[in-house]
């Protein structure tokens, strides 16, 4: 017989015992959707922690920061490889200087270098005042999704007296009760650290004896710091806590300044005072970390390699990010297990249902067989039937699956808001899990069908047309 | 797939039983339910098949039907021995070189009469365009050109039964086996029935098909058929030559 005609003929059949193959049908239909809700939640997180996480910039960006050559190695976990040869090696470590952010720049598949600027400052809003963590952003950062919710608008320039604030130092900023987004067009005075040269020992030695020759080597050495005031006009709020939503990682801070003005204020890092306090070969001016940007994930791993062989600490989330992977596979696998429980008990159902159709067709089945139907026209009708009945359970599954996503998400913002926090998607529903779920319905349905197709196919047709 | 109303079969016999036999085991007993019956059915014959309940004579006909495997012996259809032939080859013998009548239509009850005709030539794969054309010809001529969108519950005994004959003849098989096809009939309807049938083998133009008939009613078979090959405890106790 012809798909067609076995189609329409099972079709037919299953409309004739709506109410017990409706129910079979509905049996499937909850199998399918406890395991498209389950996994469309497994993969909903996955994707939540994966968006967090490249929305800061983690999967493409690599920190850079200067090697600390002891005997033992590299305190601080600093994650750079370093070669046997390297490790025993105590020559002064390389400085990270314009050199060499010039030479970073110039390795295959970097995007752009730029400085890390992070320090401790005050920030003050009359009456209220605040210690926070200051920290330079890119003007890249305004199409890289880090500030996606963002309210306000982006530095309308690199070098300009723009702040961007976090959702809670915002509130904290700002009078009880007032939403975080009082503060845009407020101006914020931010209280630094800030270091000046010293001028140089030779000139020093010049204005106390004129005729002195001055070297060449000779450069300005060590630096004073003296506290230092700016204004700043907030110009976006972004959403979460500067512990939690928003910008995390590498740039986690509660107050973002565009890079360029960042390294201009001159303020007193933690690598300074190292810096005085060890030789250094550097040249020009030296930095505490550099943030590399690849042009992708896939070039991380290479452009890491690279960067360490350059005599560099390099850093990359790319093989927590790999842990990340493995941990959500086991995890959807044991949602799909336990998914896939309810749609093992569905099947028994459709055992039950073809079972009994046989009993009830015994006569049909007969007529057929003395009609001209071969053993496989009338196992093939069987397996159609079970089939069909996979099919629709198995798109009424994933609906039903959609629909409780729904609620479960709705449920979830309602519970988040109430608790003051943001509410993020946590379901997602993709097109393979979609067609996975259904073909997964239909399969088991065929398997479910075996045994009920073999036994009609088996009849007797001489019995079977007895049989009243 | 369809076999043409006017292939003769080339050694003249459209049926022959060379000694077959059926035996049932039930418990400890063997039922012979046919025995060692030889029998040779012409081209173009009307035989009945006649004895009493548990004669055998349903039994021979579901074997000549390809519905039933014979314990020993062998059954020639067409020239090709159905004891050798595979499930799927005896599949295909009863929806090409037969069509079956049952006594009790046998109609499938939830579909029209069109669905229910048009059942064989599903199973043949005859094209879906074709369909319609031999349905409505099979059903018009048992005069049921009307009912085809009736369920069978909609209609009478006899219409039923004509219904079931133009379902056997569809295919249009050179074969036609009856059993006991007036026999939940009354005995106006079935006269009608029979009618239907005896114009079956002889139509009024074109080539005639072989029928074999399995009935009680002596005077049926006496009126219509060729031949009555009477059975007793599952073996010929008589033969009758009547036209």
């Not at chain 1, 909850?30 to 996480?53: C, D, H, K, M």
């Not at chain 2, 009680?216 to 031949?227: K, N, S, T, V």
């Given at each position: 017989m012809k798909v067609r005609d076995l189609t329409e003929l099972a079709a037919r059949n299953l409309r004739e015992a709506v109410l017990r193959n409706s129910l079979t049908t509905?049996?499937?239909?909850?199998?399918?959707?406890?395991?498209?809700?389950?996994?469309?939640?497994?993969?909903?997180?996955?994707?939540?922690?994966?968006?967090?996480?490249?929305?800061?910039?983690?999967?493409?960006?690599?920190?850079?920061?200067?090697?600390?050559?002891?005997?033992?190695?590299?305190?601080?976990?600093?994650?750079?490889r370093r070669t046997p040869r390297e490790g025993s090696n105590l020559e002064p470590p390389r400085a990270l200087d314009d050199a060499a952010r010039k030479e970073i720049a110039a390795l295959p598949n970097v995007l752009e270098v730029n400085p890390e600027v992070r320090f401790t400052a005050e920030a003050r809003l009359e009456p209220n005042s605040q210690l926070v963590l200051v920290s330079?952003?890119?003007?890249?950062?305004?199409?890289?999704?880090?500030?996606?919710?963002?309210?306000?608008?982006?530095?309308?320039?690199?070098?300009?007296?723009?702040?961007?604030?976090?959702?809670?130092?915002?509130?904290?900023?700002?009078?009880?009760?007032?939403?975080?987004?009082?503060?845009?067009?407020?101006?914020?005075?931010?209280?630094?650290?800030?270091?000046?040269?010293?001028?140089?020992?030779?000139?020093?030695?010049?204005?106390?004896?004129?005729?002195?020759?001055?070297?060449?080597?000779?450069?300005?050495?060590?630096?004073?710091?003296?506290?230092?005031?700016?204004?700043?006009?907030v110009v976006g709020v972004l959403p979460g806590s500067d512990s939690g939503g928003g910008p995390v990682g590498f740039n986690n801070a509660g107050l973002y300044l565009p890079l360029a003005v960042a390294e201009k204020l001159q303020v007193v890092q933690g690598a300074d005072l190292r810096d005085v306090a060890r030789t250094s070969t550097g040249v020009g001016q030296r930095y505490a970390a550099l943030n590399v940007r690849a042009t992708g994930p896939a070039a991380v791993t290479q452009l890491?390699?690279?960067?360490?062989?350059?005599?560099?600490?390099?850093?990359?989330?790319?093989?927590?990010?790999?842990?990340?992977?493995?941990?959500?596979?086991?995890?959807?696998?044991?949602?799909?297990?336990?998914?896939?429980?309810?749609?093992?008990?569905?099947?028994?159902?459709?055992?039950?249902?073809?079972?009994?159709?046989?009993?009830?067709?015994?006569?049909?089945?007969?007529?057929?067989?003395?009609?001209?139907?071969?053993?496989?026209?009338?196992?093939?009708?069987?397996?159609?039937?079970?089939?069909?009945?996979?099919?629709?359970?198995?798109?009424?599954g994933v609906m039903l699956g959609w629909g409780i996503g729904r609620v479960i998400q709705f449920g979830t913002m309602v519970y988040m808001k109430r608790q003051g926090l943001s509410s993020p998607n946590i379901w997602s529903v993709p097109w393979w899990l979609v067609l996975g779920a259904i073909g997964f319905a239909v399969l088991i349905s065929l398997v479910s069908g075996i045994y009920p197709a073999s036994r009609a196919a088996q009849l007797d047709p001489v019995e079977a047309l007895r049989y009243e | 797939m369809n076999v043409p109303e006017n292939v003769i079969s080339?050694?003249?016999?459209?049926?022959?039983?060379?000694?077959?036999?059926?035996?049932?085991?039930?418990?400890?007993?063997?039922?012979?339910?046919?025995?060692?019956?030889?029998?040779?059915?012409?081209?173009?014959?009307?035989?009945?098949?006649?004895?009493?309940?548990?004669?055998?004579?349903?039994?021979?006909?579901?074997?000549?039907?390809?519905l039933d495997r014979p314990s020993s012996g062998a059954i020639l259809a067409q020239g090709r021995d159905l004891a050798g032939m595979s499930s799927e080859e005896l599949a295909s013998h009863r929806n090409q070189t037969i069509g079956i009548v049952f006594q009790s239509f046998?109609?499938?009850?939830?579909?029209?009469?069109?669905?229910?005709?048009?059942?064989?030539?599903?199973?043949?794969?005859?094209?879906?365009?074709?369909?319609?054309?031999?349905?409505?010809?099979?059903?018009?001529?048992?005069?049921?050109?009307?009912?085809?969108?009736?369920?069978?519950?909609?209609?009478?005994g006899g219409e039923q039964q004509r219904a079931a004959i133009a379902r056997a003849?569809?295919?249009?098989?050179?074969?036609?086996?009856?059993?006991?096809?007036?026999?939940?009939?009354?005995?106006?309807?079935?006269?009608?029935?029979?009618?239907?049938?005896?114009?079956?083998?002889?139509?009024?133009?074109?080539?005639?098909?072989?029928?074999?008939?399995?009935?009680?009613?002596?005077?049926?078979?006496?009126?219509?058929?060729?031949?009555?090959?009477?059975?007793?405890?599952?073996?010929i106790s008589r033969e009758e030559r009547l036209r």
């Open positions: 509905l049996g499937i239909a909850v199998g399918v959707a406890s395991l498209v809700a389950l996994l469309s939640l497994g993969v909903g997180l996955q994707q939540l922690v994966n968006r967090s996480v490249a929305r800061a910039g983690l999967f493409d960006t690599v920190s850079v920061r200067p090697r600390q050559n002891t005997p033992f190695g590299q305190p601080g976990g600093g994650g750079g330079g952003m890119a003007q890249s950062s305004q199409s890289s999704g880090t500030l996606d919710g963002m309210t306000g608008k982006f530095f309308s320039g690199p070098d300009v007296q723009e702040v961007i604030v976090q959702g809670d130092m915002a509130k904290r900023l700002l009078e009880d009760g007032k939403a975080p987004t009082a503060l845009l067009g407020q101006e914020i005075t931010l209280r630094f650290a800030q270091r000046q040269a010293l001028p140089p020992p030779s000139q020093q030695a010049a204005a106390d004896a004129p005729n002195q020759a001055v070297g060449p080597d000779e450069e300005a050495m060590g630096f004073s710091i003296v506290p230092s005031e700016k204004k700043f006009r890491e390699s690279s960067i360490s062989h350059m005599g560099f600490a390099a850093f990359s989330l790319i093989d927590v990010t790999r842990n990340l992977r493995t941990f959500f596979a086991i995890f959807d696998l044991f949602l799909g297990i336990f998914g896939s429980l309810a749609l093992a008990v569905a099947s028994l159902g459709i055992i039950n249902t073809l079972v009994m159709a046989i009993l009830e067709r015994r006569r049909e089945i007969g007529v057929l067989k003395a009609l001209g139907a071969a053993n496989r026209d009338v196992r093939q009708l069987f397996f159609a039937e079970a089939g069909v009945m996979g099919l629709v359970g198995g798109v009424a | 080339t050694n003249g016999f459209a049926i022959r039983t060379d000694r077959v036999s059926r035996h049932y085991k039930m418990g400890d007993a063997l039922i012979r339910a046919v025995d060692q019956i030889s029998l040779e059915v012409q081209t173009g014959e009307f035989l009945a098949l006649l004895g009493a309940s548990g004669s055998g004579k349903s039994t021979l006909l579901n074997l000549i039907a390809g046998q109609l499938l009850p939830r579909m029209t009469l069109e669905e229910n005709v048009e059942l064989p030539l599903r199973l043949a794969e005859v094209p879906r365009g074709e369909r319609p054309e031999r349905v409505r010809e099979a059903l018009d001529r048992v005069g049921l050109g009307a009912r085809v969108k009736h369920r069978p519950p909609e209609l009478s003849l569809v295919n249009r098989p050179m074969i036609l086996l009856a059993d006991e096809p007036t026999g939940n009939l009354d005995t106006k309807t079935g006269e009608e029935i029979m009618g239907l049938i005896a114009a079956i083998h002889r139509p009024p133009s074109g080539a005639g098909r072989t029928i074999v008939m399995v009935t009680h009613e002596r005077a049926l078979a006496e009126r219509f058929a060729d031949r009555i090959v009477t059975l007793s405890d599952g073996a």
